[in-house]
């Protein structure tokens, strides 16, 4: 199953890339981390971008520049937007963001700190780096493409590949493959890839104070949930969710003081685990239809300060 390891690396994945994203589109849905371009082109201008219409994500996507002053999570995590946003640098000491092209390694402060204390944490469970898929777009927002959440720079991706040894190259970042852990069938993790590695590493995340909420595969949930041993608590802040076989997404709070941002209500305070899990075992969530196209989220949808956000030059 070539298409299912992380080895696949540059020359290879040059040649999959059309086959191997089929298939994942067969597994997991989407594919969360589709190969860009080295040169990226600017996306064509808007020929009506003040209709009322507009869908905002073609609106954000079009801002490769940050809104300046001072940082603020305006809104909800899947209705918001984000000003003084600051960049991830895209090679730190214990991390690497990938796919550049997608310029998206954009956050709330806290966020850029949680990541740099994170890879720290996780060094000490045995991950000498992180690779740093999407948090948010430079204005935040809705984006182009597949995600709901990372609209106020507190949401963040990590892939489950482990950091190569060597500061990547721009083509490695672009079109690496992200590790899949899911067992083909989706029933449980898949045992020739997953290790308590993984465990350990979700644990530190869910450790750490300002996270709020995890997203995994339910997969990986029930691998959690045998793998956890007697310290469970951190268990309720990881919940199953659709794809998220080959990274993990990280929801951080609020910041404090950050009055026009909007928590979310936080998760149950259940580890999540056994019959809770049934649902998604389910051949119906497995292999659900089609989801049914949304209409796009407008500006009328997110905080009137987002306009002028993401109007400003
Ligand atoms: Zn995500």
Redesign the pocket.
């Given at each position: 199953m070539g298409h299912k390891r992380t080895r696949a690396r540059l020359l290879a994945v040059f040649i999959l890339t059309a086959a191997g994203s089929a298939v994942a589109q067969e597994k997991h849905l989407i594919d969360?981390t589709p190969p860009g371009s080295l040169n990226p082109e600017p996306l064509p201008p808007l020929q009506n971008p003040d209709a009322p219409s507009t869908p905002a994500k073609e609106l954000f996507a079009r801002k490769s520049t940050p809104f300046p002053g001072p940082s603020r999570s305006i809104g909800g995590y899947f209705d918001g937007c984000l000003a003084g946003g600051v960049p991830l640098p895209i090679t730190g000491p214990t991390w690497q963001v990938m796919r550049l092209s997608r310029n998206r390694n954009w956050g709330n402060p806290q966020l850029v700190r949680f990541i740099e204390r994170f890879a720290e944490n996780a060094k000490k469970v045995g991950w000498s780096g992180l690779l740093v898929?999407?948090m948010s777009q430079p204005r935040g927002g809705p984006m182009l493409g597949d995600?709901a959440?990372?609209q106020i720079g507190l949401?963040?991706?990590i892939w489950f590949t482990p950091m190569p040894d060597h500061v990547q190259s721009r083509e490695e970042r672009e079109f690496g493959s992200a590790t899949d852990v899911v067992a083909p069938d989706l029933l449980d993790v898949d045992p020739e890839v997953w290790t308590h590695r993984y465990t350990e590493l979700i644990r530190a995340a869910a450790q750490d104070p300002a996270v709020t909420r995890i997203?995994v595969n339910a997969a990986i949930k029930k691998a959690l949930c045998r793998e956890a041993g007697a310290d469970r608590v951190w268990l309720f802040k990881v919940r199953p969710w659709y794809g998220?076989a080959e990274?993990?997404?990280?929801?951080i709070a609020c910041p404090a003081g950050s009055a026009e941002c909007k928590p979310q209500p936080p998760p149950r305070l259940s580890d999540g685990c056994g019959q809770e899990l049934d649902f998604w075992f389910k051949e119906s969530t497995l292999h659900p239809p089609p989801p049914k196209p949304k209409p796009a989220l407008t500006l009328a949808g997110l905080p009137p300060a987002c306009e002028q956000i993401v109007k400003a030059p």
């Open positions: 969360p898929g999407d995600h959440s990372h949401d963040v991706d997203l998220h990274h993990f997404h990280v929801q």
